[in-house]
């Protein structure tokens, strides 16, 4: 997402929280020339995942619940394909290779 800003020219987000703003950013409605990535049903999907990061990231990790992270395995390859799909759509927009 960050080099897709730098690409559209749009100046990345500061401060602590930047990584929200970013990925706020891909998500609808659209932040000026930036690609909506994330619909509401895309973000949704992700978000136990960006809740892991945080706390893996922050060192939380002895909090770890397993039955939890085991629903979000199961989920992983799904929210995958589906997020690798917009990212095709969006790549070939730009590139002119006919992804969409």
């Known amino acids: ?6 690409f559209h020219g749009v100046p990345l987000p500061t401060g602590e929280a930047w990584h929200v ?4 950013r891909f998500c609808e409605p659209a932040y000026g ?3 909506v990535l994330f619909d509401p049903a895309l973000a949704a999907s ?6 892991f ?7 939380y990790s002895f909090e770890l619940d ?5 629903e ?6 799904s929210v995958f394909e589906q997020f690798k799909r917009v990212l095709s759509v969006y790549l070939g ?4 290779t006919g992804l969409e």
């Open 53 to 59: 990061r945080h706390v893996f990231f922050h060192g």
């Open 1 to 6: 997402m960050k080099r897709i800003s730098r």
């Open 46 to 51: 992700l978000a136990p995942f960006r809740r």
């Open 33 to 35: 020339p930036l690609p």
């Open 21 to 24: 703003e970013l990925f706020t």
């Open 93 to 96: 927009s730009i590139s002119g």
């Open 66 to 70: 397993w039955e939890r992270m085991a």
């Open 72 to 77: 979000g395995i199961r989920q992983m390859e």
